[in-house]
């Protein structure tokens, strides 16, 4: 059976709601606490929703106001944190505000986004991969800039797509053939907790 390491296991239960967080009072406070409270009477702050609306997109840049290297306080501050809860030392784990709300989870390393991830469709890669596609069907719109990979247990696959220092990471679903999670971000992060988990 496959075993999911902890940053993806992490991700799926707060995406499903099950994970024990913590809310810091600044965001919790920043957070609107009815819809109609925010930019454009949809729930969504107005920096947030004129992104999503133009681009569903999760690329290595990170996705709409949450961009790899910006700092957790200043997401805090802006009122886009939703919630967080602490990961490995030196790791932070946060769910987001308004429309991207449900759809990523972030992972901070010592206060700054490393990792975008999600296990819902959408958000796609600029290229068009996602969750639920088979691994067959990226090597079709990859090619032979990606690569698969397995984990150092050897009980997990991915497959991996490299920019640079960033990567885009598609990791196996533990039930079914093909994708239950992409993460997107720095590979010093992104790669190395794939293939060693995160401590």
Same mark, same amino acid.
């Given at each position: 059976? &496959?075993?999911?390491?902890?940053? =993806?296991?992490?991700?799926?239960?707060?995406?499903?709601?099950?994970?024990?967080?913590?809310?810091?009072?600044?965001?919790? !406070?920043? %957070?609107?606490?009815?819809?109609?409270? %925010?930019? #454009? #009477?949809?729930?969504?702050? +107005?920096?947030? /929703? !004129?992104?999503?609306?133009? &681009?569903?997109?999760?690329?290595?840049? #990170?996705?709409?106001?949450?961009?790899?290297?910006? /700092?957790?306080?200043?997401?805090?501050?802006?009122? $886009? =944190?939703?919630?967080? %809860?602490?990961?490995?030392?030196?790791?932070?784990? +946060?769910? @987001?505000?308004?429309?991207?709300?449900?759809?990523?989870? $972030?992972?901070? *390393?010592?206060?700054?986004?490393?990792?975008?991830?999600? %296990?819902? +469709?959408?958000? *796609?890669?600029?290229?068009?991969?996602?969750?639920?596609? !088979?691994?067959?069907? $990226?090597? *079709?719109?990859?090619?032979?800039?990606?690569?698969?990979?397995? &984990?150092?247990?050897?009980?997990?696959?991915?497959?991996?797509?490299?920019?640079?220092?960033?990567?885009? $990471?598609?990791?196996?679903?533990?039930?079914?053939?093909? @994708?239950?999670?992409?993460?997107?971000?720095?590979?010093?992060?992104?790669?190395? !907790?794939? /293939?060693?988990?995160?401590?």
């Amino acid at each position: 059976m &496959n075993r999911l390491p902890s940053t =993806i296991l992490a991700g799926l239960l707060a995406l499903a709601g099950i994970a024990p967080v913590t809310v810091g009072a600044p965001a919790a !406070s920043a %957070a609107p606490a009815h819809p109609a409270a %925010a930019g #454009g #009477g949809d729930g969504t702050p +107005a920096r947030v /929703r !004129s992104t999503v609306a133009e &681009n569903e997109v999760l690329s290595v840049r #990170g996705a709409g106001p949450y961009r790899i290297g910006v /700092r957790l306080d200043r997401l805090v501050a802006a009122g $886009l =944190i939703d919630w967080t %809860a602490p990961g490995c030392p030196g790791i932070v784990h +946060a769910g @987001v505000t308004g429309s991207w709300a449900g759809a990523i989870m $972030l992972t901070f *390393r010592d206060g700054r986004l490393v990792s975008v991830g999600t %296990a819902t +469709a959408p958000p *796609r890669s600029p290229a068009g991969g996602s969750v639920g596609m !088979s691994f067959a069907e $990226l090597e *079709r719109i990859y090619g032979p800039r990606g690569r698969m990979i397995r &984990n150092d247990a050897g009980d997990a696959d991915a497959y991996l797509v490299r920019f640079g220092s960033r990567v885009e $990471l598609f990791s196996d679903h533990p039930i079914r053939p093909g @994708v239950g999670f992409y993460s997107a971000g720095l590979a010093s992060y992104v790669e190395r !907790s794939f /293939r060693r988990g995160c401590c």
